[in-house]
């Protein structure tokens, strides 16, 4: 079955540092990819996607672009800041129409530190 | 635009006990997830409804699992009798149509079976 593997955290990092959250994923055909947060107290949110091979998806300096031939999903920001301390979730949709569940990965703590 | 509602946000009750969570959706949204998080997983897919029917329920625990969505808005999920790995946060999403259209998380309840 579908599946989504997560870099390990908990990720501890300065302000202005360099951020990447690898992401792997196991599905068959060309699966739709996603990267959700979850600040402290509040819900899941999306914060990129991309359908298809290839695809970047960005937002509030994030990227994330889709390759298939790696079947990975990494999740990058040049230079992180303090309230980007959240759990971050790669998630996946499948490829086929009618079969629409997301199946997410077991989420990465990142704590910045001023 | 108002986000998906759930209540309660907290619920302690002893095991054998029964539970209902209810949650209403993003207005005009066809589409409604139930999903359950254990600590330190990701989260898992309950059931899916497209308006008031079921798309999805293969990982529901049917046998004290249920929920419903009449008239295709609110919908609820009841648990009886719990268990004690049915401690868990219980989250609820919605989407205009499917999973390839982002879905938008409720705050979530957070069950606690002693």
């Known amino acids: 079955g579908d599946s989504v593997t997560q870099m390990e955290g908990p990720v501890t990092l300065s302000e202005e540092a360099f951020l990447t959250i690898n992401c792997t994923y196991t599905a068959t055909g060309y699966p739709s990819l996603f990267w959700y947060v979850q600040y402290p107290g509040e819900g899941l949110q999306l914060l990129l996607k991309?359908?298809?091979?290839?695809d970047k998806g960005s937002n509030k300096g994030f990227e994330a672009t889709y390759r298939k031939e790696t079947t990975s999903f990494h999740l990058e920001k040049g230079s992180v800041q303090v309230s980007d301390s959240a759990v971050y979730f790669c998630?996946?949709?499948?490829?086929?129409?009618?079969?629409?569940?997301?199946?997410f990965g077991t989420g990465t703590r990142l704590t910045i530190i001023p | 635009e108002a986000g998906v509602a759930q209540s309660p946000r907290y619920k302690i009750i002893e095991k054998r006990q029964s539970v209902a969570f209810w949650c209403n959706p993003i207005?005009?949204?066809?589409?409604l997830y139930w999903y359950q998080q254990i600590l330190g997983q990701g989260p898992k897919l309950l059931i899916q409804f497209q308006n008031n029917g079921v798309v999805d329920d293969s990982q529901l625990p049917k046998d004290r699992f249920s929920a419903e969505r009449l008239k295709g808005v609110d919908s609820t999920l009841k648990i009886q009798p719990a268990k004690l790995e049915d401690s868990a946060v219980y989250l609820c999403a919605s989407s205009l149509r499917g999973a390839t259209d982002t879905q938008y998380f409720g705050p979530g309840t957070r069950l606690t079976v002693l």
């Open positions: 998630a996946l949709s499948p490829a086929n129409f009618g079969n629409e569940k997301l199946t």
């Open positions: 207005s005009g949204h066809a589409t």
């Open positions: 991309a359908t298809k091979a290839d």
